[in-house]
């Protein structure tokens, strides 16, 4: 499946809309119980010492949860899910030490600071997809791999530091509010998904170098300044659904032409006005596959030919 299209499959066509924030549903908000933690535990491992036996899994989603206090006794998790609650204060969180992968998907968490996240240094894979983030201060993650924060409503990037992050590989930040790119130094990040916000401008690309995907669907991008020849391992580029109107506005692609092997630019308005595609192609005479269609021999053999006629003058 097309990486665009398997972005939409699983996160939706579009962005769900924002929700009352005041609206307090008519479900039954409790706090966390043993009646409610026992039958979501499983997994029973070996602890750190070897010497005893504990459950490792906790599966806590849907239940109407306010309150997770309860969890703290458990200190030897490593996977909790607890989606679909109404979560505020993620601080129970600090005492287990030894959380590989955390959900807390469709939660009312509003900020990072003075959360749990400074005490779970080995957790590896984070998703906090629709809560009420504004911002990323005061999350660090020293082992974390995948950070998913989608769906919030993150205006600005602050904190996005290699020191704080120096594992990370995967950030997505689909549907939040973000204007612009800039913030995000992270030269090991390789998969960075930003689709479905109002990003203008492309700024601080070239502290990315190590991204190799790069997807800005459903932006309000005019032009692509900004791709960076620091770039150097890009090889997928999704900006359909932006506001590009021309030709002249695509010239920085060939920073990025050495690498890059799959581009989708349609449903932009030079879409229908123009075969964008010769130009393109002779950006990036090594693109593999230009929106659906890939780049047959013919047009490559085309290409290399204006190519050529170009330097002879």
């Known amino acids: 499946m097309d990486e665009d299209d398997a972005s939409d499959v699983e996160n939706g066509e579009d962005n769900q809309e924002d929700e009352d924030e005041d ?21 029973l491992c070996r602890t750190g010492n070897g010497l005893k036996h504990a459950f490792i899994k906790a599966i806590l989603n849907d239940k109407g949860l306010s309150d997770i206090a309860a969890i703290s006794n458990y200190i030897h998790l490593r996977f909790m899910d ?10 129970p ?23 749990a996240f400074a005490q779970l240094a080995y957790l590896q894979w984070l998703s906090m997809a629709a809560n009420r983030l504004t911002d990323v ?39 939040n509010r973000l204007s612009t ?34 997807h800005l669907r459903k ?12 770039m150097k391992c890009l090889q997928y580029l999704n900006i359909r659904s932006n506001d590009i109107l021309d030709e002249t506005c695509l010239r920085s692609l060939g920073n990025v032409s050495k690498t890059l092997r ?6 932009n308005p030079l879409d229908g006005n123009t075969d964008y595609r010769p130009y393109v192609l002779t950006l990036i005479p090594k693109l593999e596959r230009l929106d659906k269609e890939p780049v047959s021999l013919e047009e490559r053999a ?3 030919k204006a190519i050529k006629e170009l330097e002879e003058g």
């Open 93 to 115: 969180l600090a005492s287990l030490t030894q959380l590989l992968w955390l959900k807390v998907d469709r939660n009312i968490v509003t900020y990072f600071q003075g959360q």
């Open 82 to 91: 607890v989606s679909n609650n109404r979560i505020s204060d993620l601080s």
């Open 23 to 43: 609206d307090d549903e008519a479900t039954e908000v409790r706090p966390l119980t043993q009646d409610i933690i026992i039958p979501g535990l499983s997994l």
């Open 181 to 214: 790119t800039k913030g995000i130094n992270l030269p090991n990040l390789q998969r960075l998904y930003l689709a479905q916000n109002v990003i203008k401008s492309l700024e601080g690309l070239d502290q990315l170098e190590s991204l190799t995907t790069l």
């Open 137 to 175: 201060d005061g999350l660090v993650g020293p082992s974390l791999e995948s950070l998913i924060l989608s769906e919030n409503r993150i205006q600005t990037i602050n904190g996005l530091e290699s020191s704080h992050f120096s594992k990370l590989v995967t950030l997505e930040l689909r549907g």
């Open 302 to 304: 085309e290409v290399w």
């Open 219 to 230: 932006n309000k991008l005019v032009n692509v300044d900004g791709l960076s020849s620091n």
């Open 262 to 267: 799959v581009m989708i630019l349609s449903e």
